[in-house]
């Protein structure tokens, strides 16, 4: 069974910084490309950043250059480092595991994050 489990999500100052961790298992993780998304309530679920299986990373405009997406597929985890967090940045984050070369498509509960005074 498929399962992605997200944590490190928590409340924060701003300014402040979290490290999420997206732990996958029944996926050969290597072979999937991993997305942090995040939605707050009534709005769209956005994507954050993304990672190849390469290693190869891709950036919202929004979080470029205050948040860095990792993994160690020995793992099968990757990382979301989120310094300078703002509070715009409050959502639940979700990670996802996509195959390039199939339909398979998978999502993890979500962890939430907080930022606020």
């Known amino acids: 069974q498929v399962q992605l489990v997200e944590s490190g999500g928590g409340l924060v100052q701003p300014g402040g910084s979290l490290r999420l961790s997206c732990a996958a298992s029944?996926?050969?993780?290597?072979?999937?490309?991993i997305s942090w998304y995040r939605q707050a309530p009534g709005k769209q679920r956005d994507l954050v950043a993304k990672?190849?299986?390469?290693?190869?990373?891709n950036y919202a405009d929004s979080v470029k250059g205050r948040f860095t997406i990792s993994r160690d597929n020995s793992k099968n985890t990757v990382y979301l480092q989120m310094n300078s967090l703002k509070p715009e940045d409050t959502a639940v984050y979700y990670c996802?595991?996509?195959?390039?070369?199939?339909?398979?498509?998978?999502w993890g509960q979500g962890t939430q994050v907080t930022v606020s005074s």
């Open positions: 029944g996926i050969i993780f290597r072979t999937y490309r």
């Open positions: 996802n595991a996509d195959n390039e070369w199939s339909s398979a498509n998978y």
């Open positions: 990672i190849t299986g390469a290693g190869n990373t």
